[in-house]
Every structure is written in structure tokens, then in C-alpha cells.
């Protein structure tokens, strides 16, 4: 089964409360590693290649780089193709600005959308067989259940998946976007938001209840194997290897059709006159995206295709 990690760049850089061992709080940044990164089983992995494409415009090169959100610092080399691209672009276009995102203005906005109407109660909400088993998953990663009594279950799903990564070492500041913005800030080099905050929440928020327990199940079933799950699609994600990623993301649909419509194929379309601007541009572009957006018959790569573009692998 594929699990679903990278979703939502969330408004929380406060710890959370209500949680007597968890000081770090969920950030912003390592719950935007949710939208679209997915941990399966995969198959061994072509060699010769990255999860890094160029496609050709007219006057110019738009090069698109597939992501992996977060990543263990010790496994965070960027690909050198990447860093070379980035030298070359005017800017970066990225699913969101990290560099225009601030404690303040996260915390300053209104929690609609992550909590439960008034009167209601996650366990409620997931009934007793699924909310004892957040609960069993919940309890070696010294977290109180109570804490999330009031929110969403796809909030609940979505910390369940974070905190756990976080356990294993991975962080979102070695992630691929996370460098990247890094180094723009430095360079005082732009990136182009593709999507707000607003919109990211707004996919979850509007799952119905049945649906975001599905998506609870879902993150349950798989995190038992995290750690190995996550270790092979990073090995797929550095080697390029798009037949496994592209089998990854067929399961994952025919698990979930309406929620991987939701997540990857309505979000390709929507940022796809975007890309195709760039490539009508005098200069540059570096792409920085989830993986999983860049593959299969309605990922960017072959729609870029279809409007007949040459976009080749490297």
C-alpha cells in the first residue's frame, strides 16, 4: 500500500500543547512534506538517472526537479544537474514561497478548517475501532491523545504520519524545497508560489467525514513499515526510476481515486499553464515539485508532452 506524505503546509510553528514530551511542535514546513510524498514498495531502481527533467521553449530552458520533502541530513545530497539548474534560473517555482512564510502570520490565521464543528470529538468522528488504533500509534511517540480531540481526523492523519518521521530523523529543513528556498534567500533569487497555505489546507478541509476517515485508515495501515517504505522511495526518487514511482501512484489511485485526484491530478492541471508560461520566457526556470506530480499519463512531464514540448530525463 502507498502512503500519502505531503500535504498541507500547515499554519502550526507553536508546540503542541496538551503533549507532555513533545517540545518541538508540528512546523509548518515538515507538514507541507504531506501533499504529495508516498512511501510504497518498489522495485529496484534504473541507474543513470535523477528525478530531474528539462523541457525546451522556445528561447529558453525550464528545468523540473521532483521532490522529496523531507529527508535525514545525513541523506540530503541535492543532485549536482539540480544545483547547476538553479545557477542558471532566474527563479524558482515552487508549491509554495517557504521564505514568505512566517511564525506570525501562520499563527494569525483562524483554525477553521483543522478543527471538528463544536460538540464534536475525534473519537467521535473515527469511532472506536480506528480511534483506538491512533491511539496505539500515538503512545510510543509520547504524544496525548487528548490533544487532538478537537481536530479533523486529516489533521490528526496528517501529524500521526509527521511526528512519526520526525522519530526516524527525518527533517524538513534536509529536504529538497527546504535547501533550495535556503539557498534563494540567500541569493535573494525569487521564488514563484504555485499555491497559498490556503489552498493546500482547503484539500483536506473539504474531505467529508467519511472520506478523512478512510484517509486515517489509510496513514494507519502503513505506518508499521515507515522506516522501510520510506528508505525505497528515496532510493527510487535519487535514481530516477519513474516506472516504480509511476506504479506507486496507479496503486495509490486505485485505493483512493477521489483523494489522489484531489492531491496530484487536479493540482498538476492547475499549475500547468504556469510551467507552460515560463517556457514562452527569454530565461531560465528551475521547477520544484513533488515527485509523484511529475509522473504517470497526468503528471507534468507528459502533459508538457502533449502540447508538444520536449522535455528530457537526465
Known amino acids: 500500500m502507498c502512503r500519502l506524505s505531503s500535504v498541507v503546509e500547515q ?5 503542541l500543547v496538551g503533549s507532555s514530551n513533545l517540545s518541538a511542535g508540528i512546523s509548518a514546513r515538515l507538514i507541507a512534506a ?6 510504497a514498495a518498489i522495485a529496484l531502481a534504473d541507474g543513470g538517472h535523477h528525478s530531474f527533467w528539462s523541457a525546451k521553449g522556445g528561447h529558453n530552458t525550464v528545468y523540473l526537479l521532483g521532490s522529496v520533502h523531507v529527508l535525514k541530513p545525513e541523506d540530503s545530497d541535492l543532485p549536482p544537474d539540480s544545483l547547476r539548474a538553479y545557477d542558471n534560473a532566474k527563479a524558482l517555482v515552487m508549491e509554495l514561497d517557504l521564505n514568505n512564510i512566517s511564525p506570525e502570520s501562520l499563527l494569525g490565521t483562524d483554525l477553521s478548517e483543522e478543527m471538528l464543528p463544536q460538540g464534536q470529538t475525534l473519537a467521535e468522528a473515527l469511532g472506536p ?19 487532538f480531540s478537537q481536530f479533523q481526523p486529516w489533521f490528526a492523519a496528517i501529524s500521526l504520519e509527521q511526528l512519526e518521521l520526525a522519530r526516524l530523523g527525518f527533517e524538513s529543513g534536509s529536504g529538497v524545497d527546504e535547501q533550495f ?9 525569487p521564488i514563484i508560489a504555485l499555491e497559498t497555505i490556503e489552498q493546500q489546507l482547503g484539500i483536506f478541509a473539504h474531505l467529508s467525514l467519511d472520506e478523512q476517515r478512510r484517509f486515517m485508515l489509510y496513514t494507519l495501515d502503513d505506518a508499521d513499515d515507515t522506516a522501510g517504505a520510506t528508505d525505497a522511495v528515496i532510493t527510487a526518487w535519487r535514481n530516477g526510476d519513474t516506472k516504480s514511482l509511476e506504479q506507486l501512484l496507479s496503486e495509490s489511485y486505485a485505493q483512493y481515486p477521489e483523494l489522489f485526484r484531489v492531491l496530484t491530478t487536479d493540482r498538476n492541471r492547475a ?3 504556469v510551467i507552460t508560461g515560463l517556457l514562452h520566457e527569454d530565461q531560465d526556470y528551475l521547477v520544484i515539485v513533488g515527485a509523484l506530480h511529475l509522473v504517470g499519463k497526468d503528471g507534468i512531464i507528459q502533459l508538457l508532452q502533449q502540447q508538444g514540448f520536449q522535455v528530457v530525463q537526465h
Open 34 to 39: 504531506t501533499l504529495c510524498w508516498c512511501v
Open 129 to 147: 475501532s480506528v480511534y483506538g488504533k491512533f491511539v496505539t500509534h500515538l503512545q510510543p511517540l509520547g504524544v496525548e491523545p487528548d490533544f
Open 11 to 15: 499554519r502550526f510553528c507553536k508546540p
Open 181 to 189: 528556498a535556503a539557498r534563494a534567500q540567500t541569493d535573494n533569487k
Open 271 to 273: 499549475w500547468l499553464p
